[in-house]
């Protein structure tokens, strides 16, 4: 299991999705310049999500102008079928839905197998214990807070008792299984997510939207 100490204690993962894709340079600027300590990057198919977003021309834009990894979030059928091209494009880490998949082993075993970190993801309908199993398998969990889909959704307040369960378990095991939360994080919530247990932050709207993005940035990890 890949673990590094790069990793700090509150982890910022602004949402790609929401950036100004006619500006992107400069909105990936702003990203290196800023305290984000991720990319999030939401990759969505119009089939296991009724959206679809970017691949793999994105991802090489992304790669060639952020400096910080990105934290890829498959939201797609099969992942089993494109996990390994993630990783060869320069993902730092690959996640996808638990629901997606009849067995999520073999598809976590393709990403190790390239030496990338893994994290599964539920949708807010589905039972969080459904993780637990799982939880010394993976590097990450992330706990979807709105309905994968869209950015700009409302925060879905029952997520806080999920963190809670999931951080109780993974520190009764004595895990390293880092959590991650994703939609309709903000200025507002961020400090509680942490302190229920989140470690990584994902906000899209909330930092693109802003009037400042780095200071929304600032303000998420620090106040
Ligand atoms: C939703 C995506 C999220 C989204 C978050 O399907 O997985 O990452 O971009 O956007 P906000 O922060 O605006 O809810
Ligand atoms: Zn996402």
Not at 42 to 64: E, H, Q, Y
Not at 164 to 169: G, L, N, S, V, W
């Amino acid at each position: 299991m890949v673990n590094d100490k790069m990793i700090k204690d509150k982890i910022l993962a602004p949402s790609v999705l929401s950036a100004d894709f006619g500006h992107l340079a400069d909105d990936l600027e702003m990203i290196n310049r800023s305290e984000a300590d991720w990319l999030h990057v939401d990759v969505m198919d119009g089939t296991f999500v009724p959206n679809i977003s970017f691949g793999f021309p994105l991802m090489k834009a992304f790669r060639a102008n952020c400096s910080k990894p990105l934290d890829v979030h498959l939201m797609i059928v099969h992942p089993e079928k494109y996990v390994e091209r993630f990783c060869d494009a320069g993902a730092w880490s690959v996640g996808f839905h638990l629901e997606a998949v009849d067995d999520p082993l073999p598809i976590l075993d393709l990403i190790k197998a390239k030496g990338v970190r893994t994290c599964l993801t539920i949708n807010p309908d589905i039972d969080v214990h459904r993780l637990i199993p799982y939880l010394d398998k993976v590097d990450m969990v992330l706990l979807m807070s709105v309905f994968a889909g869209f950015g700009g959704q409302q925060f879905i307040p029952e997520t806080m008792d999920k963190i809670r369960t999931i951080r109780c378990e993974i520190d009764r095991r004595g895990l390293q299984t880092l959590i991650e939360i994703d939609g309709g994080v903000n200025t507002r919530n961020a400090r509680a997510l942490y302190e229920a247990g989140a470690d990584a932050l994902v906000a899209g709207s909330a930092v693109f939207g802003a009037p400042d993005p780095e200071e929304a940035i600032r303000q998420m990890k620090n106040d």
